[in-house]
């Protein structure tokens, strides 16, 4: 069974190793194509937004012809809603051109543009003013201006000196920044120049550009015109016919280097994405895996603990059965067979008892170790020596159990029954594998590495030691090593396992090693209460 669920395991880690490899090409294919429909998408974007630009800037100049076409020269109060009407960085100077077309008609239109009212008549108004034919066209793209007609014969005509420094600074960025919602943000080189005379630039985006730099395969976009549509009905009557024809091209793209760039690093972002979320897949899964195997090694632990521990049981159960079965089966006829059946079956009692005792503090040690302690500062000197006690009233009869505590020993933090369990079991397993010999205890303060205080507790026999392999799992419950098996010692092989909860549950530790005499050596290490030293309380008289 373990067998086909490792194979199991294997050929899902195997199929996890294929497919991720796949899922990152497939991946990176994916990307490969978003990307280059997000190209076509901008491309397709700078187009659509060269239009609108095209489209947008018009229909400013439709809204300036709009405010102008309301304006009365000889009626000052019609000044305010044109004022309104004409948006704002376009106009820069307006005047009035007489019927007869004369110098002296030429006059300035004061409260509609600020700061243009003083402006003296610039000599081109003049150029204009004595040019009928010029002065009936709408627009003149190389002043640039606007001119709108009057209604009748004996008005004169407005004409609109546009302001280019702020249409280029201004109103295009402006209409620009409006024209590319939902794109691929990047940088756009923008050049318009003169229709009738190409080496004029009106605008450029950055210096030094030219009519070169652009695609020639990218036909560039009229600009600069008045439509009829744009404008109410008494407006557009009004127009020339030369107002829809276009003076300005626009050329528009994306600077050198700016959309593959850009198109690059969402690439290369939407990519890192991508693979993390693979690595995380594959960290997961191999989290599910690592839990899978953890949950069955638990679960042979499990059984393996089962087992152990109803072997344990098992003969001191089978000992005390076959006992009472041969006292009820009158198979004992004297008093000294009856005193000895008893004293197994106490014996073997006893045993049990502790046995099930064991197990229960293990398995509360290892399932809530803070509640199964009620730890307060104790004298750590007399729980060695009721330890002791205990332990010599269990030990064979004339067994040597030698004492050395230090004078003075601090206090510790501790649980006094758990503690002295512990150290019950360090001593009786000396007493168990020496076999006789003299068991050594020895209790003294010592400095930490952090230059704190701790009390070690050490535990020393003559017996053969613990292997070295063995030392680390000697401390696992119901661990019994080789030299426990070939000697015959009893034991659940629980009571190390109790000894190191127990120090690990108060802040201690347990290490094992080898004693002066070659035998093993237990010191028992738990932290010391600061400033916390035993009273010594004089015997009552």
């Known amino acids: 069974m373990v067998l086909t669920t490792s194979r199991r395991s294997l050929a899902l880690i195997a199929l996890i190793a294929l497919l991720l490899p796949a899922l990152a090409f497939l991946q990176y294919r994916w990307q490969g194509e978003l990307s280059g429909l997000e190209g076509l998408r901008a491309r397709q974007n700078l187009v659509a937004g060269t239009v609108r630009l095209s489209t947008e800037f018009d229909a400013h100049l439709a809204q300036v012809y709009t405010g102008l076409s309301a304006i009365d020269p000889g009626a000052p109060a019609s000044h305010d809603a044109a004022r309104q009407a004409i948006p704002a960085g376009v106009v820069k100077a307006l005047y009035a051109v007489g019927p007869s077309g004369g110098h002296s008609s030429v006059r300035t239109i004061a409260g509609i543009v600020p700061g243009a009212d003083a402006a003296a008549i610039p000599a081109w108004l003049s150029d204009l003013a004595d040019s009928p034919a010029a002065l009936g066209r709408t627009l003149h793209a190389d002043i640039p201006a ?222 809530a170790p803070d509640a199964a302690i009620s730890p307060a500062p104790t004298d750590i000197a007399s729980v060695i020596d009721s330890a002791l006690a205990e332990s010599r009233a269990v030990a064979p009869e004339g067994q040597l159990i030698e004492i050395s505590i230090e004078p003075g020993l601090p206090a510790v933090m501790a649980d006094r029954e758990a503690l ?92 094992v090693g080898v004693s002066a005499q070659k035998g093993a050596r237990f010191v028992l290490h738990l932290p010391a209460l600061k400033g916390l030293r035993p009273v010594a309380v004089e015997p009552a008289a």
């Not at 005509?157 to 691929?184: H, K, N, Q, W, Y």
């Not at 400095?447 to 680390?472: C, F, K, Q, S, Y």
């Not at 661990?479 to 109790?498: D, K």
Request: net charge positive; with cysteine.
């Open 146 to 367: 606007i001119v709108v007609h009057p209604a009748s014969a004996d008005q004169p005509r407005l004409v609109a000196a546009l302001d280019m420094e702020r249409i280029a600074s201004e109103v295009i960025p402006t209409i620009l920044a409006g024209c590319f919602e939902g794109g691929i943000p990047s940088a756009f080189d923008v050049l318009i120049i003169r229709d009738d005379l190409p080496d004029q630039v009106v605008y450029r985006s950055r210096p030094e550009l030219a009519v070169a730099d652009f695609d020639p395969a990218v036909a560039p976009i009229p600009l600069f015109a008045i439509h009829g549509r744009d404008l109410t009905r008494a407006a557009a009557l009004r127009l020339t016919p030369d107002a829809a024809a276009h003076r300005w091209r626009v050329y528009l793209q994306h600077q050198s280097g700016a959309l593959e760039a850009t198109l690059g690093a969402v690439r290369v972002r939407n990519l890192a994405i991508g693979i993390g979320v693979l690595l995380l897949l594959a960290v997961s899964i191999g989290l599910l895996v690592a839990s899978a195997h953890g949950m069955q090694r638990a679960a042979r632990e499990q059984l393996e603990l089962v087992a152990r521990m109803s072997h344990e049981l098992r003969t001191p159960l089978a000992t005390i059965t076959s006992a009472g079965e041969n006292l009820a089966d009158e198979v004992v006829s004297s008093p000294a067979d009856a005193r000895h059946y008893g004293e197994l079956i106490k014996r073997e009692g006893r045993r049990l008892s502790k046995t099930i005792g064991d197990i229960l503090l293990c398995c509360r040690l290892q399932a």
């Open 420 to 511: 002295k369990m512990a150290i019950k079991n360090l001593v009786l397993n000396a007493v168990k594998y020496g076999r006789g010999r003299p068991v050594r205890v020895a209790a003294q303060t010592q400095r930490t590495a952090t230059g704190g205080e701790e009390v070690a507790i050490a535990v020393d026999d003559e017996g053969p030691g613990v292997p070295a392999g063995e030392r680390l799992r000697i401390f696992d419950p119901f661990f019994r090593g080789r030299l426990a098996r070939e000697m015959e010692v009893e034991g659940s092989g629980i009571g190390l396992s109790i000894v190191r909860q127990v120090a690990r549950s108060h802040g201690g530790r347990v290490r």
